[in-house]
């Protein structure tokens, strides 16, 4: 059965469970799990929930705070009494004045102040208990709220942060007005479901790092990781930084969306092999003396023989050692699924994913 913490929250480009399990019980490794590219952290909590020490790095505190709440998962004493205390502490809590218009037209204003309080107060860096609240609130903070009592948000995809300018004009054409809805009542709701299944017995971490600094964000784990499974910013397809930016903003980002400074959106073909190599030169100190390498990629217009091999030299330019293909790959339909709620954009050009098994031996 399926753990409720997998699903915390939606993210683009995440593999099911099913695929981090399948290849753990194929593979039984012997050391460390470990995904340098971790998204919300399916293969470490997976991992963990197998009993394996895991770990994983990623530049967008979404993924991070997501990834962490899963592996870090308070009990749900912990959390009730976290909410009740903060929901106490709310009620003096003067709001701010958010200037845009889209803040006015997406969230009705008690809801809003009580976001605008749990974005001040939150330590989600620091605690355990604190980083999961901020992960319900990163699931609720925005959805199909006409489907769902759940949802803070006018109507909103869940897996995307539209555009401030479009979200207005959309709202205004179907003349669609934010709910107004009790954000704690909706997290201590959200907590009691979460909560239900049994955390897993190993602890693990996913660091805010760049992969091609993962070596310096756990350097505890040199010689021991015996399993990367793990799947790579696709080649030109959508910004991470820019789709997320309302959840970004309750982290403590800017009101406005930004492009991204960070290696998430690749428009250059040569420059993504060589950002590639350079993640595995970054993950090569971790790897035990044999390891295995399971990637998951996809992109716009790629065929499977030149993914494979142009993988299989960043894999040898940047861990140095000998690189061997274990099968010649697997191809996978792509799911669009809740992306085209309100836009095409992202899944435009990319209707196949590849499934890659290598192993590095020293």
């Known amino acids: 059965m399926r753990h409720r913490l997998h699903s915390i929250c939606p993210y683009f480009a995440m593999f099911p469970e099913t695929f981090?399990?399948?290849?753990?019980?194929?593979?039984?490794?012997s050391g460390a799990i470990f995904?340098?590219?971790?998204?919300?952290g399916t293969t470490p909590f997976e991992a963990a929930l197998n009993g394996y020490r895991a770990a994983g790095t990623d530049t967008n505190p979404v993924a991070v705070c997501i990834s962490n709440s899963k592996l870090n998962a308070p009990t749900l004493a912990q959390a009730l009494r976290r909410l009740e205390m903060l929901d106490h502490q709310s009620k003096d809590f003067e709001a701010e004045s958010e200037a845009e218009e889209f803040f006015k037209c997406c969230y009705a204003p008690s809801t809003l102040r009580q976001l605008q309080f749990l974005r001040q107060r939150l330590r989600w860096r620091k605690s355990s208990t604190?980083?999961?609240?901020?992960?319900?609130?990163?699931?609720?903070?925005?959805?199909e709220s006409h489907r769902s009592p759940n949802y803070f948000s006018n109507r909103m995809p869940r897996t995307i942060s539209t555009k401030p300018q479009y979200s207005v004009r959309w709202w205004q054409r179907h003349r669609c007005t934010p709910p107004r809805r009790d954000v704690f009542e909706?997290?201590?709701?959200?907590?009691?479901?979460?909560?239900?299944?049994?955390?897993?017995?190993v602890r693990?971490?996913?660091?805010?790092?760049?992969a091609r600094l993962a070596y310096c964000a756990f350097p505890g784990l040199a010689g021991r990781v015996s399993t990367i499974i793990t799947s790579p910013p696709y080649l030109d397809v959508t910004s991470y930084h820019e789709d997320q930016w309302l959840r970004l903003w309750f982290l403590g980002g800017p009101a406005v969306p930004t492009a991204s400074r960070f290696d998430d959106r690749h428009t250059s073909t040569?420059?993504?092999?060589?950002?590639?190599?350079?993640?595995w030169r970054g993950v090569a100190p971790l790897l035990a003396s044999e390891s295995v390498i399971v990637v998951r990629i996809g992109g716009k217009y790629l065929r499977l023989e030149p993914v494979k091999e142009r993988l299989l030299l960043s894999l040898r330019e940047g861990l140095q050692r000998?690189?061997?293909?274990?099968?010649g790959g697997t191809i996978s339909p792509f799911r669009r699924g809740q992306r085209k709620i309100f836009h095409n954009n992202f899944s435009r050009g990319v209707q196949r994913e590849f499934d890659f098994r290598f192993s590095a031996n020293a």
Do not use: K
Request: charged share 25%; net charge negative.
């Open 35 to 40: 995904d340098p590219f971790a998204g919300r």
């Open 20 to 29: 981090v399990r399948t290849h753990l019980q194929n593979l039984q490794p």
């Open 130 to 143: 604190e980083c999961f609240i901020a992960a319900l609130v990163l699931w609720s903070l925005h959805g």
């Open 270 to 279: 040569e420059y993504y092999w060589s950002f590639l190599a350079d993640a």
């Open 322 to 327: 000998e690189v061997l293909a274990l099968d």
């Open 186 to 201: 909706i997290l201590r709701r959200m907590a009691e479901f979460r909560l239900r299944d049994p955390s897993p017995g």
């Open 204 to 210: 693990g971490r996913v660091a805010e790092r760049d």
